[in-house]
């Protein structure tokens, strides 16, 4: 009847990738089987939509690791700052030294004037 040539020309196409079908930028992919789709997500994120937020790891590097070379260049930094101090007094102590031995030398030279 009527209906029987009604539903025979109606076909339902289903599109399983619209909008919004993955989230956090996942891509979707068209699937033969039910749900017909998969959701390829980023690394931050998992689950059948990428929902699910995922914890990054940094690959072959730790928190031990990256601590380590902040200390360590932090104790570098401070070596050399105490070096560059060091160097700086001894400059300045020589400076003072000659100048205290000019000083000398010319009070005693005006001494020798005097007499």
Known sequence: TGQ???AEKVSVQVVPCG?????NGGV???Q????FYECACLSTYAG?????PQRVKVSGVGA?????????????I???SLLWLRRRRQKHDL?????????LTSEIAMDEMKR
């Not at 909008?19 to 989230?23: A, E, K, M, Q, S």
């Not at 059948?48 to 699910?52: D, L, T, V």
């Not at 031990?64 to 570098?76: C, D, E, H, T």
């Not at 400076?95 to 205290?100: A, F, I, M, Q």
């Open 64 to 76: 031990r690791a990256i601590a380590g070379a902040v200390l360590g260049s932090i104790a570098v």
């Open 32 to 35: 033969a089987a039910a749900p």
């Open 95 to 103: 400076e003072v030294s000659e100048l205290t031995e000019r000083l």
């Open 28 to 30: 979707c992919h068209a």
């Open 48 to 52: 059948a939509r990428c929902s699910e």
């Open 4 to 6: 029987t040539q009604l």
């Open 19 to 23: 909008v919004g079908t993955c989230l």
């Open 78 to 80: 401070t070596i050399l």
